[in-house]
């Protein structure tokens, strides 16, 4: 797949990298980080210029969460309001819960999720189907945008020929924090869950 996305952006140029990343966000399975980072390599390279690349990243990061966020406003929030979510017993006060939490603390997760593989697309399919403004989508989405795409493409061009090294140790901890991030999570539930079982049971 690598090896497809750099023919691409070689072939196709601005125009690659914003299409592809669209495609990521959304949730096609493009190497994401990858692809900045090699675009930051070019750049460094003399192949790319970088205003050009910076931009069509960026351009190409908020259509594709946008383009999530329109699809759990659309279909997510048609799915809730079906017999399919009557059946997963998907009540509004847990949808209303699910909104009341992003309300406090969920839009960071839209810009913290770029920097987890597979996060970005689903938190803001989870921002539009529980109804996010989407003025407070968009800051933070487009916020989160502009960070990820400029650190990726800063290792790229600021490592230079030893990006992919770096690439794999950033990658490397990323999966190590998404990992504890994911036990605190569930710790946390399960607490929640218990609690309430105990209270419930006096």
């Not at 399975?29 to 960026?58: M, N, R, W």
């Not at 908020?62 to 406003?73: F, K, P």
Request: hydrophobic residues 50%; aromatic residues 16%; positive net charge.
């Amino acid at each position: 797949m690598e090896t497809t996305v750099l023919h691409w952006v070689a072939t196709y140029g601005y125009f690659a990298i914003f299409s592809l990343l669209v495609l990521g966000i959304v949730g096609l399975p493009v190497p994401d980080e990858f692809l900045l980072t090699s675009c930051g390599f070019l750049v460094y390279q003399g192949h790319l210029q970088l205003v050009p690349t910076v931009a069509s990243a960026l351009a190409g990061s908020a259509c594709g969460i946008t383009c999530s966020y329109i699809i759990g406003r659309t279909i997510g929030w048609k799915f809730l309001h079906s017999r399919a979510g009557k059946f997963l017993h998907i009540k509004e006060k847990h949808i209303q819960r699910v909104h009341a939490w992003f309300d406090r603390i969920g839009h960071w997760a839209l810009m913290v999720g770029y920097f987890i593989p597979g996060v970005r697309h689903f938190t803001a399919v989870v921002a539009g189907t529980t109804k996010v403004e989407y003025r407070s989508f968009a800051l933070f989405a487009y916020s989160g945008a502009v960070l990820w795409v400029s650190i990726f493409v800063f290792i790229g061009y600021h490592f230079g020929s030893r990006w992919p090294e770096i690439l794999g140790a950033v990658e490397h901890h990323l999966k190590l924090a998404s990992a504890v991030l994911a036990a605190l999570a569930l710790a946390y539930l399960l607490y929640r869950y218990f609690s309430k079982r105990r209270r419930a049971a006096k």
